[in-house]
């Protein structure tokens, strides 16, 4: 069985988290839920903790939530949940990441997704995807950015369909097989 890494701050996306959980278990898949978020307590409960992730980074959550800049915070708690995936995925024990969140949840997931090597599925969920400053984040990596085109703030159907569709990529992209062998050439 495949399993996803699923990346948010669940203080504020709980409630899509736990949605898009559903959807991968439906198609057979398993979700490892991790919270990076910094600013309240998460609304579901996460495999990984924001404790853990802050300590992968080197730090407390109680260093990180006295950080003034959230983006700086935010970015801190993308570093430690990078070792964490990236760990995580030379054990064997991810084969992709979907990342949900509006602009600093985007820089968790990115940040994370940056960590692991190309050619291991990420898809990141995103109200910013449109923003031209995301190229900063995306960078040369093999990020899939998919556009909310709605703020990720709740469930409605319009959501609920871009999560859905989120999730049947990152699960067909983990399963898929890539047989191809390294020639030297590019």
Known sequence: M??????????????????????????????LIMDGGVLEKP???????REEVAAAAGTTI???????????????????????????YREGKIHGVLGIGGSMGTVLGTGVMRALPIGVPKFMVSSQAGNPA???????????????VADVVGLNHFTGMIFTR?????????????????????
Request: glycine residues 12%; hydrophobic residues 40%; charged residues 25%.
């Open 43 to 49: 609304t579901i409960e996460p495999d990984i903790t």
């Open 166 to 186: 989120a999730c049947g990529g990152i699960v067909g992209m983990a399963r898929t097989q890539v047989k191809s062998k390294r020639t030297g050439k590019r």
């Open 134 to 148: 995301m190229s900063l984040l995306v960078g040369t990596t093999d990020i899939c950015m998919l556009h909310s």
């Open 62 to 88: 109680e260093q990180v939530k006295q950080i003034p800049s959230e983006g700086d915070a935010i970015g801190l708690q993308a570093r430690g949940a990078g070792v964490i995936a990236l760990r995580l």
């Open 2 to 31: 495949k399993t996803v890494l699923v990346v948010a701050a669940l203080d504020t996306k709980g409630t899509e988290v736990a949605f898009c959980r559903e959807q991968i278990e439906a198609l057979g898949a398993k979700a």
